[in-house]
C-alpha cells in the first residue's frame, strides 16, 4: 500500500527557515497531484502547497506564497517543502498527502486525499 511519511519538523525563531520532506512508497507519483497541508490546534486542516510530480506545476495558499516552496526529487520519490521567513502563524504540525489521481485543480481540499503521513511539529516562535 502507499505509505508517506514527513521528517523536517521542529522549533525556530521567527525569520527562520526549515525545510520538510516527505518520503513516499508503494505509489507511482509521477504525474500524479501530492501536497502539504497544516493544522494548528482547534483550527481546520488547510492546504499550504502541492504539485503534479515531474510536470512542474505547482500551487500555494496565499498565505504562504514567496515564502514557501515546493518542490520534489524523482529519483528518491521525495516531496519537499522550503519554508521561509516563518513566523508564529505557521506553527502547526504539517502533512504530507497523495492524491492518488493526476489531478489538482481542487489540491486545496483535503478530503480528496486518499494518503497521508503521519505529520510533523512546526513550531516558530516570536
Known amino acids: 500500500q502507499v505509505q508517506v511519511m514527513e521528517s523536517g519538523g521542529g522549533s525556530v525563531p521567527a525569520g527562520g527557515s526549515l525545510r520538510l520532506s516527505c518520503a513516499a512508497s508503494g505509489y507511482t507519483y509521477r504525474n500524479h497531484c501530492m501536497g502539504w497541508f497544516r493544522q494548528a490546534p482547534g483550527k481546520e486542516r488547510e492546504g499550504v502547497a502541492a504539485?503534479?510530480?515531474?510536470?512542474?506545476?505547482?500551487y500555494y495558499a496565499d498565505s504562504v506564497k514567496g515564502r514557501f516552496t515546493i518542490s520534489q526529487d524523482n529519483a528518491k520519490n521525495t516531496l519537499y517543502l522550503q519554508m521561509n521567513s516563518l513566523n508564529p502563524a505557521d506553527t502547526a504540525m504539517y502533512y504530507c498527502?497523495?492524491?492518488?489521481?493526476?489531478?489538482?485543480?481542487?489540491?486545496?481540499?483535503?478530503?480528496?486525499?486518499?494518503?497521508w503521513g503521519q505529520g510533523t511539529q512546526v513550531t516558530v516562535s516570536s
Open positions: 498527502a497523495a492524491l492518488g489521481l493526476a489531478y489538482c485543480a481542487r489540491w486545496y481540499v483535503a478530503a480528496d486525499y486518499s494518503y
Open positions: 504539485m503534479v510530480i515531474g510536470s512542474g506545476s505547482t
